[in-house]
């Protein structure tokens, strides 16, 4: 039997919508209106008024922050054709916010059942043994050999040196 090959798929911003999270509860608890159209090119965190700057860490470092995160328009479908291709590996530098570890483990049994647990790595620093990786972040490429897309995210609007998708329908053609 051939091998398959394998695929690394990044969650925040990729598979889940933090940014929409973000706006959410940024509205919610500081009245902070904040729109998509006003991050092109920036992080979340450089629109916020001063005094909230690094309040975002606070968010994430809470218990149930990554859990009920939306799905990504399209992710399920394409995500499961890209199953019954390639070996599918779900990676997320969730380390950084331990607090992240179940409610990320647990957002992917809800939404995406098919991932065998096997194929869902949690790490620091994203080095893996994958041919292809799709993330929103140019950092997790770096020492990565493979093919890289560049899954768009307001904060890499402004980056052109790479492979882009801006939808999962544009994964799918590039990859099923």
């Not at 790595?121 to 929103?136: A, E």
């Amino acid at each position: 039997m051939m091998n398959k090959i394998r695929i690394a798929i990044d969650m925040d911003e990729v598979m889940a919508d933090t940014i929409d999270k973000f706006i959410e509860v940024y509205q919610r608890d500081h009245q902070v209106d904040l729109a998509l159209e006003q991050m092109h090119g920036k992080e979340f965190h450089e629109l916020l008024p001063d005094k909230l700057n690094d309040s975002w860490r606070d968010y994430v470092n809470q218990p149930g922050f990554f859990r009920n995160l939306k799905v990504m328009a399209g992710s399920q479908q394409i995500i499961k054709g890209l199953c019954e291709k390639y070996d599918v590996y779900i990676v997320s530098a969730a380390m950084e916010f331990p607090n992240s570890l179940i409610d990320k483990y647990d957002w992917l049994r809800e939404h995406f059942p098919y991932i065998h647990w096997k194929n869902i790595i949690f790490c620091g620093n994203k080095i893996v043994d994958v041919q292809i990786m799709i993330d929103d972040r140019i950092r997790n490429f770096t020492g990565f050999n493979g093919r890289k897309i560049l899954f768009s995210s307001p904060h890499n609007f402004l980056i052109t040196e790479y492979e882009r998708v801006n939808t999962w329908t544009e994964v799918a053609g590039k990859l099923l």
